[in-house]
């Protein structure tokens, strides 16, 4: 978890990402955070049950229901609060989605280890944002 390969493996074969918690407003961490990953080239797949719609992309009240809808979803991004991470992880294991990354301040090692154990590549406690930021500043030097 959160070796750089780790991160670097995830963001270069992820296309789409399945965003739990993705607010539709523009002053949230989740948008903001979405809306870069979006023109960075990522389909975003909002995942919220009280929002119809962000970034211009349909959303979806589970990640059932996203699955069912959209196909296949590469990445998890969970902008929720620690205590709902295990139910989370429950759903990406059963939907066997293979990367599951944990925005900054979302932590649950149990879950964590359920998610590896399954064989899901996990990041947590990052910004999937400054990661790939970091990462596309490290490439353009090159």
């Not at 960075?40 to 719609?53: C, F, L, Q």
């Not at 969970?78 to 059963?94: L, N, Q």
Request: glycine share 4%; with cysteine; net charge neutral.
């Amino acid at each position: 978890m959160n070796e750089p390969e780790t991160i670097r493996i995830i963001l270069e074969k992820t296309k789409t990402i399945a965003v739990v918690g993705l607010s539709d407003k523009p002053n949230r961490p989740s948008f903001y955070v979405s809306k870069y990953m979006q023109q960075a080239g990522y389909r975003i797949v909002p995942v919220h049950p009280t929002v119809t719609k962000v970034l211009g992309e349909k959303a979806y009240p589970t990640l059932d229901a996203a699955c069912a809808a959209e196909g296949k979803i590469d990445l998890v991004d969970v902008f929720r609060a620690s205590e709902f991470v295990p139910e989370i992880v429950k759903d990406v294991m059963r939907l066997k989605i293979p990367y599951l990354w944990l925005q900054e301040g979302v932590c649950h090692e149990i879950a964590v280890q359920w998610a590896e154990t399954d064989g899901i590549l996990v990041v947590m406690d990052r910004c999937i944002y400054k990661e790939h930021a970091r990462l596309a500043h490290a490439g353009a030097r090159r």
